[in-house]
């Protein structure tokens, strides 16, 4: 079955500063990714996803990239704020309501 | 508003103290799921629901029940609950057409068995 690794699990930044989170899928049939943000004390929501027929998505600070030969897609958020201060999971799927998330990450960032 | 409630929020039990945690969604979604969130291993699904009176096991199911009798409504179902089963728990449901859709998750629900 599926598996996604994430990495770093955790990741400290100054405001402003750009940070990729990167995870790694196991099978090469999946076709969809997305990535979830989760603020302190609430559930996960989805922030940017993307489709194994594009190389590249951006949503303003915010962008995913996925290299579907070597299975693996990264988040990037540049210009970063102290909002963006969360836990961030990446997830794929194959043509199936089921996600398999990765383990999560940590991102702090410090006025 | 469009959401994922669930309740409780917090519950503390004992160990064999039968429970369950409501989920309820306003969206007319199809599919419903119920994970659980451990520290360093992210969120492994428990149980899913694909419609009414349709549920299947997840990567975790053990210990756990759930039921759909209502569209709307996946409870989950803890019948013997152990000290292995404090985790924190989310809901969340999507509509199953064209696949690939967003999941929109509850704010959870924070279980701790003594």
Known sequence: ?111 | EAQVTQNPRYLITVTGKKLTVTCSQNMNHEYMSWYRQDPGLGLRQIYYSMNVEVTDKGDVPEGYKVSRKEKRNFPLILESPSPNQTSLYFCASKITEGMNTEAFFGQGTRLTVV
């Open chain 1, 1 to 111: 079955g599926e598996n996604v690794e994430q990495h770093p699990s955790t990741l400290s930044v100054q405001e402003g500063d750009s940070a990729v989170i990167k995870c790694t899928y196991s099978d090469s049939a999946s076709n969809y990714f997305p990535w979830y943000k989760q603020e302190l004390g609430k559930g996960p929501q989805l922030i940017i996803d993307i489709r194994s027929n594009v190389g590249e998505k951006k949503d303003q600070r915010i962008a995913v990239t996925l290299n579907k030969t070597a299975k693996h897609f990264s988040l990037h958020i540049t210009e970063t704020q102290p909002e963006d201060s969360a836990v961030y999971f990446c997830a794929a799927s194959y043509n199936t309501d089921k996600l398999i998330f990765g383990t999560g990450t940590r991102l702090q960032v410090f006025p």
